[in-house]
């Protein structure tokens, strides 16, 4: 077995790592060998040249790799709550705003019932289409549509 299959070998062992765990370090480790591996196809008795290669090519691809991995980390994740009810309309099924109820209703949306309050304490009679803005709890508040 010749020395640039061993650094093929290492390369693609550490694309397995790679796939297996959720960070990029293994990748640049992986691309950083393939290059190794080339300089030890060219240069089989050279050892210097096969590390040199390995040490320059790991932090071009770190960089290389970055901003795409900084670009991902930025998209804000949508889960739970807010993917499922802000934004979206919801039918009054209780009156929101009614003297005696802390201006707590109730709405339904996706067949099930929440309560809800009036972003502006205004009263909103039951039957009226209100859009979700945002939730604290359990309790949704709505503005009329």
């Not at 077995?1 to 550490?14: Q, V």
Request: glycine residues 8%; charged residues 20%.
């Amino acid at each position: 077995m010749e020395i640039w299959h061993i650094w093929a070998i290492a390369g693609f062992i550490l694309l397995l790592i790679e796939m297996m765990t959720p960070t990029t370090f293994f990748l640049t480790l992986a691309g950083a060998s393939f290059f190794a591996g080339i300089a030890a196809y060219l240069y089989p008795d050279e050892t210097g040249i096969q590390v040199g290669a390995f040490v320059i090519f790991l932090p071009i691809f770190y960089f290389a790799i970055k901003p795409f991995m900084d670009k991902k980390d930025k998209e804000p994740q949508s889960t739970g709550l807010d993917a499922k009810y802000l934004g979206q309309s919801a039918i009054v099924s209780k009156t929101i705003g009614k003297n005696g109820t802390n201006g707590i209703g109730e709405i339904k949306i996706y067949g099930e019932v929440w309560q809800a309050k009036s972003c502006d304490d205004s009263e909103i009679s039951e039957g009226s289409m209100v859009k979700i803005v945002r939730n604290e709890s359990l309790i949704m508040f709505v503005e009329k549509c």
